[in-house]
């Protein structure tokens, strides 16, 4: 079995910082990406900023510049290090490893964490 289990959300005023991480565990051959979602209340789940094994990194444009994802690889563990929070930065986290292989000869399957809060109060 695998899980991703999300640690690190909460309660925050604006202006705050709050770092999520995300440990992948079980039986894992390798992992491509690994990165973080979030929902919020009556909105479609959104891509926040993913990272590849290589560390080459993706942003939505609405945290550039705030956000810093980073990774380790050995221990399949990935960060979400977040600065400057503003209200419309509150949601439900969720932490994804895609192409993740059990085996060097299984095919790459996707996973999600439970999800983790994170408010921001004005």
């Known amino acids: 079995q695998v899980q991703l289990v999300e640690s690190g959300g909460g309660l925050v005023q604006a202006g705050g910082s709050l770092r999520l991480s995300c440990a992948a565990s079980g039986s894992i051959f390798s992992i491509n990406g690994m990165g973080w979602y979030r929902q919020a209340p009556g909105k479609q789940r959104e891509l926040v900023a993913r990272i590849t094994s290589g560390g080459f990194t993706n942003y939505a444009d609405s945290v550039k510049g705030r956000f810093t994802i980073s990774r380790d690889n050995a221990k399949n563990t990935v960060y979400l290090q977040m600065n400057s929070l503003k209200p419309e930065d509150t949601a439900v986290y969720y932490c994804?490893?895609?192409?993740?292989?059990?085996?060097?000869?299984?095919?790459?399957?996707?996973?999600w964490g439970q999800g983790t809060q994170v408010t921001v109060s004005s």
């Open positions: 994804n490893a895609d192409g993740l292989r059990r085996t060097n000869w299984a095919r790459g399957t996707d996973y």
